[in-house]
């Protein structure tokens, strides 16, 4: 079942790139596409990803996380 509760953040090096907010019309799993500016990841060989569920926020299962470059997701 998709989550029907709880959002939260999606930084990237200590930066919010966006929000996640429940699909309450899914009715499976689904994907979800955030971009994340270059500024944020360019010439470096690992970044890091963190869910902040902020203070009255709730992280949900996530399944799979995957970066991939622009050039890359087509």
Known sequence: ????????????????????????????FYDARYP???????????V????DAGEKGRIVLVYGVRVVRARDAQ
């Open 48 to 51: 890091t990803v963190r869910f």
């Open 36 to 46: 994340i500016p270059a500024a944020l990841v360019g010439g470096k060989a690992r």
């Open 1 to 28: 079942m998709p989550p029907t509760n709880g959002s939260f953040a999606i930084k990237v090096e200590g930066t919010t790139v966006a929000k996640f907010e429940p699909n309450a019309t899914a009715t499976g």
